[in-house]
């Protein structure tokens, strides 16, 4: 079975959209990409820290979806990093309410040793100086890297990130994102700058628009699927992240055509994670219905039209 080593964050998320709120439950972009990618055939392991807070049965939820977690470090005395926001009625535009990093502020990533040759290595959204320390610990370079950031490392931690993007194959960000990263408003024009950042692929998220792939002059674009409810946005972007890293570790093939058939999977189970609060979706998530719905985007998406 192929590897696939996930870093990022193990965290608590309260959430408030205008159809409701939530207490203290599970999320972390290490989650969402975790749990998506489970829905394929991958040795997938993450790599974060929790405090002493976080329930063993979380623990075991991961677990029970065949990941490894032998690369959650557990802090004993330490609380879990925590974030609270408030959706707008838009669902496209949040507030931060409270960011507690707690154990997230000295967190040390330390790659478990079975998975120091994986060949896909997806870089969650965290301080670029974590993902590095990750690829520093790899023996053997990974076939592909996908590295997924925010705004908020571009404001606070920008020379540090050019630093990452230069080791990576793949960028995820979201179009104001790739607004600010590039300095460049049209988004073609965007990703030809970020290709010169070191990406050889970009790949820019329009919520509820659709995602783009960009190599050099190809581009490729993947509508997303209409819903008749959006509930809650959270960890739709890293479990895009998760679908698109998991099927490329699985086929372990990297070009740009099958980076087609990634981005539509991607698609697909980010359009399940927004049904309900946090994870519970994808927590609940049968495998016939993924494959249902990806038929539901074939047909949205395959025509024939006459040129003449």
């Known amino acids: 079975m192929n590897k696939l080593l996930i870093v990022g964050t193990v965290a608590f998320d309260a959430i408030e959209t205008p159809f409701g709120k939530t207490d203290k439950i599970l999320g972390g972009a290490a989650t ?27 623990l075991d939820l991961l677990s029970e979806r065949d990941i490894d977690i032998s690369g959650i470090e557990i802090v004993k005395g330490g609380k879990t990093f925590f974030w609270s926001g408030r959706y707008h009625n838009d669902l496209n535009s949040r507030d931060t309410l409270e960011t507690q990093l707690n154990v997230l502020a000295d967190f040390q990533p330390k790659v478990p040793t079975e998975y120091k040759d994986v060949a896909v290595v ?5 301080h670029p100086m974590v993902q590095i320390s990750v690829l520093d610990q790899m023996t053997a370079k990974p076939k592909l890297v996908v590295l997924d950031t925010m705004n908020f490392w571009m404001d606070c931690a920008l020379p540090e990130l050019h630093q990452v993007m230069k080791r990576v194959d793949v960028i995820t960000i979201n179009d104001e994102e790739a607004r600010q990263l590039s300095g460049e408003y049209s988004l073609v024009k965007a990703a030809a700058k970020i290709h010169t950042m070191g990406p ?7 919520g509820e628009h659709g995602a783009l792939l960009f190599e050099g002059k190809e581009i490729f674009f993947a509508p997303a699927l209409p819903l008749e409810e959006v509930f809650d946005p959270t960890g739709a972007g890293d479990t895009f992240a998760g679908g698109f890293s998991g099927y490329i570790a699985q086929s372990e093939n990297i070009s740009f055509e099958n980076m087609k058939n990634g981005i539509i999977y991607g698609s697909n189970l980010a359009s399940f994670c927004v049904e309900k609060f946090g994870t519970e979706r994808m927590v609940d998530l049968e495998k016939e219905e ?10 949205l998406t395959q025509f024939d039209i006459e040129i003449e």
Do not use: T
């Open 122 to 126: 997806m870089l969650g959204n965290l």
């Open 290 to 299: 993924v494959y249902d719905r990806l038929k539901q985007f074939r047909a």
């Open 32 to 58: 969402f990409i975790g749990l998506s990618a489970s829905y394929f055939d991958v040795d997938a392991a993450i790599v974060s820290v929790v405090g002493e807070d976080f329930p063993q049965e979380y």
């Open 200 to 206: 050889k692929y970009v790949v820019i998220k329009k």
